[in-house]
């Protein structure tokens, strides 16, 4: 079992639309949590970070961490075009000095 | 800002010929950067850690002595591909963490370097 897990998706959504993305983590040590962005042949940008569980806005997205059910997602509201990307979440914790990725989930926003 | 470069973007070199990455933090001190490869629709796979002035720390698999990484200042690590050979030709990209927070987990990624081994 991998300790995080990612459905590859592709995803595909129509314009304006609220995309959900989410993944599950085994390893209960985790404590913090990152959303990644992707575009083709670029490398990922930060887009959240959240510490423990709770919510974390920022624009059109949030991001939600459940660590009793080892379950974080990120939501995009009125999504567009732009958004179109693979989105990586990944988790780590102090004594790892690494973070670990999910398999990235590619979405399609078409207009 | 966070903002990570590397050089060159895009490189093409012979079978055989050792290739050279650099990693640069612009505007930030790094304790810790990190080198990845990426496979084409596949996630990132961590190749190895570094932190400045020590020895890089290679995950399960990698060959230290294929992949050379240099962690020379708080802004520069430098990964050289040696004896290159067609199956390394691949999508590298490395990031870094930030000094100058104590808890601070993020990684800051470069724009990748896609290296072609004819």
């Known amino acids: 079992q991998k300790e995080v897990e990612q459905d590859p998706g592709p995803l595909s959504v129509p314009e304006g639309a609220i995309v959900s993305l989410n993944c599950t983590y085994s390893n209960s040590a985790f404590q913090y949590f990152m959303w990644y962005r992707q575009y083709s042949r670029k490398g990922p940008e930060l887009l959240m970070y959240?510490?423990?569980?709770g919510n974390k806005e920022d624009g059109r997205f949030t991001a939600q961490v459940d660590k009793s059910s080892k379950y974080i997602s990120l939501f995009i509201r009125d999504s567009q075009p732009s958004d179109s990307a693979t989105y990586l979440c990944?988790?780590?914790?102090?004594?790892?000095?690494?973070?670990?990725f999910g398999a990235g989930t590619r979405l399609a926003v078409h207009p | 800002g966070a903002v990570v470069s590397q050089h060159p973007s895009r490189v093409i070199c012979k079978s055989g010929t050792s290739v050279k990455i650099e990693c640069r933090s612009l505007d930030f001190q790094a304790t810790t950067m990190f080198w990845y490869r990426q496979f084409p629709k596949q996630s990132l796979m961590l190749m190895a850690t570094s932190n400045e002035g020590s020895k890089a720390t290679y995950e399960q698999g990698v060959e230290k002595d294929k992949f050379l990484i240099n962690h020379a200042s708080l802004t520069l690590s430098t990964l050289t591909v040696t004896s290159a050979h067609p199956e390394d030709s691949s999508f590298y990209i490395c990031?870094?963490?930030?000094?100058?927070?104590?808890?601070?987990?993020?990684?800051?990624f470069g724009p990748g370097t896609r290296l072609t081994v004819t």
């Open positions: 990944a988790a780590g914790s102090g004594g790892y000095n690494k973070l670990i």
């Open positions: 990031s870094a963490r930030k000094r100058d927070r104590a808890y601070s987990y993020e990684q800051y």
């Open positions: 959240t510490y423990s569980s």
